[in-house]
């Protein structure tokens, strides 16, 4: 047996063939002229229609999940919003999945991908709802099932709700390797891919999305069946772009009315990602703008060379919220609805109290998930170490709140506000990270971009004018 | 003595600081990768020694010894008083809205 070169460089240098042989899909056949690619044609190369991933989901414990009015919620927005206005809040509670999340839909069909392909096992880097909703799918295939989590600071201080979330992946019967803070997790990733030879199921492969639309689908039937009108608005928690790319795509494969999509994130503006100090300063561990925003920049930053999650295609707005406010309306939930719900899933109900104050009372408004919660996942065991770890928390208003140093618990209702980011500004940045190196590209690449950023070639070109590159003629 | 074929926890350093990728932040960069993974233990050893243990997907991994029979130790945390008034700041805009509504 030849003896392989394990140094962090050597590995990081054979990535590309470790992921083709882990995925089971060429990317390179997809790549066109200078920076495009075929998204769709990607897509439908693996070959699921809506139909079969429903079906497939079914027959595991996935989908069909109630869609649940929010009464006593939307009444709490009609107090603060003008009269006539405060639209019906429904949730898709997504926690009655197997395993506890909408990430079950995701997992699925990777796994039922996994086995169909003969892999004898699956492995996931994640640290968040995925790695349990992985382990479950391999459970009931039979498959072998690793998950990779960032977990720890170079203490051995572990994040409460990853903590939970592994014991979770390990009750479900899966091995969990756990990784002090930093990206070089994908290290490790590779590595055991590389030693095993198991399918990766990424949270970005095609599989990965597409189990997703069937969600975005139900969530139209759901609303028609309960109310006899499709949404108007549709709120999805936004971190590396799966979830609101796949709810979007399901949605048009059902419907033409044109449904607002809306990108919701917990704001963690200042603490960074890859920080062995900042890691325990957060009290969420995803769906937060540390993720939301580079994946909304650069979506092939993912484990795969071209991401299917591409949330730009889809977003028509993108809004944050502050810790303070997802934790006071999953507190909310709990005592006026009677669901008790874990908080990261509640980020785009905090959204959505925001903004079903612009709407009108007979319109619809859909948050579509919920995650389970238990010790560690839970808002409580999130506040308790946040405090723990000196973070001051205290009645105000939620906007003073600085990630890191303060969680502010809106002292009255009114100071719920989703805030919005400037999406043009997002799109133009987009475009031009990915012009960056050209000095020609194609009339097909100015089409891709208008595309990714669900924009026109007019916006496009002039960026393209304004940094000096040729068009090929 | 921790017996052969215990259930443990191992933690290993993956790299060292110098080995770390660059792009780093100063703190990260100044501290190693480290793996914590759960096994058998292959041989009877002492606890903070080097050993081999099978984890559940038949690997073998090495690492020094850090626990046996890990437990899952997380809890809710210290009571969060402030979780009761937030029930009182949205029940009572309730009330006072059925009020005005009678």
């Known amino acids: 047996m030849i003896m392989m070169d394990n140094s962090y460089n050597a590995v990081m240098a054979r ?9 089971g899909i060429d990317y390179d056949k997809y790549e066109q002229d200078y920076l495009s690619f075929d998204y769709e044609k990607m897509l439908k190369d693996c070959n699921f229609s ?126 969990v390797v756990q990784l002090s803070v930093g990206p070089e997790l994908f290290y490790k990733f590779l590595l055991l891919l590389e030693e095993t030879e198991y399918f990766n199921a990424s949270l970005y492969t095609p599989y ?18 309960l109310t006899g009108k499709e949404p108007d608005m549709v709120v999805v928690t936004n971190a590396g772009g799966g979830n609101l790319t796949g709810t979007a795509r399901g949605i048009k494969k059902v419907t033409d009315k044109n449904i607002e999509i809306v990108g919701s994130s917990v704001n963690l503006k200042g603490l960074h990602m890859a920080s062995d ?34 949330a730009l295609r889809y977003i028509d707005r ?91 618990f809106p002292d009255n209702i009114r100071k719920i506000k989703a805030k919005d980011l400037n999406l043009e500004t997002i799109k133009r940045k987009y475009i031009i990270n990915h012009l960056n190196g050209y000095k020609t590209i194609s009339r097909k690449d100015i089409e891709f971009l208008a595309i990714e950023t669900n924009s026109s070639a007019k916006f496009v070109k002039e960026i393209v004018q304004k940094n000096n590159i040729k068009v090929e003629e | 003595m921790i017996k052969k074929d215990s259930w443990v926890l191992i933690e290993k350093e993956i790299l060292s600081p110098n080995e770390r990728s660059n792009n780093l932040p100063e703190e990260t960069k100044k501290v190693p990768l480290i793996m914590w993974v759960k096994g058998y233990l292959l041989n009877d050893s002492n606890l903070n020694e080097i050993v081999k243990v099978k984890t559940l ?27 009761l008034k937030i029930d009182q700041i949205v029940k009572s805009e309730l009330k006072d809205g059925d009020d005005n509504d009678g």
Request: charged share 25%; glycine share 10%; net charge positive.
């Open chain 1, 318 to 408: 993108y809004v944050t919220v502050n810790q303070g406010e997802v934790f006071f309306i999953t507190e909310a939930l709990a005592v006026l609805e009677g669901i008790e719900r874990g908080p990261a899933g509640n980020t785009s109900l905090a959204a959505a109290f925001s903004l079903a104050q612009e709407l009108k009372e007979d319109q619809i408004i859909v948050v579509q998930e919920t995650e389970y919660t238990s010790a560690g996942k839970h808002h409580q065991a999130q506040l308790a170490f946040a405090r723990k770890n000196g973070i001051n928390i205290y009645f105000g208003n939620p906007q003073e709140e600085i990630p890191g140093k303060s969680i502010v």
């Open chain 1, 50 to 175: 809506l139909s079969e991933i429903k079906k497939i989901q079914l027959e595991n414990g996935v989908g069909n999940t109630p869609l649940k009015e929010c009464k006593n919620i939307t009444k709490l927005a009609r107090k603060v919003a003008k009269k006539g206005y405060g639209a019906r809040i429904f949730i898709k509670d997504e926690a009655l999945n197997d395993s506890g999340s909408f990430k079950a839909r995701r997992a699925s069909i990777s796994c039922y991908q996994a086995k169909k392909l003969g892999y004898k096992g699956v492995i996931a880097a994640t640290s968040g709802n995925y790695g349990a909703a992985v382990a479950s799918q391999a459970a009931k295939y039979g498959l072998k099932c690793i998950i990779v989590q960032e977990c720890y600071d170079s203490q051995g201080i572990g994040q409460p709700e990853i903590i939970e979330k592994a014991r979770a992946c390990e009750a479900y019967g899966a091995e």
């Open chain 2, 57 to 83: 997907t038949g690997r073998i991994e090495s690492g020094k010894l850090k626990q046996v029979n890990p437990a899952y130790m997380h809890t809710y945390g210290e009571f969060i008083p402030e979780l």
């Open chain 1, 208 to 225: 990965g999305i597409m189990g997703i639309e069937s969600l975005g689908a139900e969530l139209v039937e759901d609303s028609i069946n």
């Open chain 1, 277 to 310: 100090t900042d890691f325990n300063k957060k009290s969420f561990t995803t769906g937060h703008t540390g993720f939301g925003i580079p994946f909304i920049m650069n979506p092939d930053r993912s484990d795969v060379p071209r991401s299917a999650a591409r």
């Open chain 1, 15 to 23: 990535k590309n063939n470790i992921m083709r042989k882990s995925v």
